[in-house]
């Protein structure tokens, strides 16, 4: 296993208590949309053991062509012990990122596309947006949805609809589950869906209640986990 050892360029702050962790680029590092990561502070690996306190499971928010990696994740006034730390940290601290792959690449394969998000979830979603942006090929349409009760939704500058992609924001769980129910009219289509358990759970029962196969199901979880999931 390769673990890459790489500096804090910057830190951005998305909306309110939401930031981008933006990492040097180590340049055999590499990765495709959709992509996670483990992620992890300085003495993870001190011991026989790894520290799981301070390793996290995270996705990477850009794509290799921006170069940096962007970690996204909510950090709020009262957080975990690794949260915590990982706001006490400086530029050019070193954070370590290892075991990196993607569950979620877009899926080019003549059907329409539908991203299913909560909250900082939608991190997930951006790089798929932006390599669909590119190369909108296999992809008749793509539309994003994503619910968030703060209100203050994020990455407002790729989350714009065109002629071929639509973003659609709500911010209470009726108006989504409403909306949900729309997009499951689509009989062909395919849904990821990114956010809690208790998200999946939910977004899963509803979309087949509508009719929607598990394999139009596409989950940021590894295979053993996603039968679970689907599971009626």
């Known amino acids: 296993m390769q673990i890459y050892w790489t500096p804090i360029l910057k830190v951005e702050e998305e909306a309110r208590d ?24 300085e003495g993870f690996n001190k011991e026989d053991k790894p520290n799981r306190t301070l390793i996290r499971h995270m996705s990477i928010s850009t794509l290799p062509h921006e170069g940096m990696i962007g ?15 990982l706001r006490d940290m400086n530029i050019g601290d070193k954070v370590a990122i290892f075991k990196t792959h993607s569950n979620v690449p877009l899926k080019r394969v003549g059907k329409n596309v539908y991203l299913l998000s909560a909250g900082v979830g939608l991190a997930t979603f951006r790089p798929l947006v932006l390599a669909y942006l590119a190369n909108g090929e296999g992809v008749p349409h793509l539309h994003s949805l994503n619910v968030d009760s703060s209100k203050d939704y994020l990455f407002s500058d790729v989350f714009e609809s065109t002629d071929s992609f639509t973003a659609e924001f709500v911010d209470n769980r009726p108006d989504y589950y409403q909306q949900v129910e729309m997009l499951a009219t689509d009989k062909d289509g395919l849904f990821y869906v990114v956010g809690s358990d208790d998200f999946l759970h939910e977004t899963i ?3 087949r209640r509508n009719g929607v196969t598990p394999n139009q199901i596409i989950l940021d979880k590894h295979d053993f986990q996603v039968e679970d999931f689907l599971k009626v």
């Not at 939401?18 to 992890?40: M, N, V």
């Open 71 to 85: 970690i996204t994740t909510r950090v709020k006034p009262e957080c975990s012990t690794f949260k915590s730390m």
């Open 205 to 207: 029962a509803l979309l």
């Open 18 to 41: 939401t930031y981008t962790f933006k990492l040097e680029l180590p340049a055999d590092f590499t990765w495709e949309e959709g992509a996670h990561t483990h992620f992890a502070l």
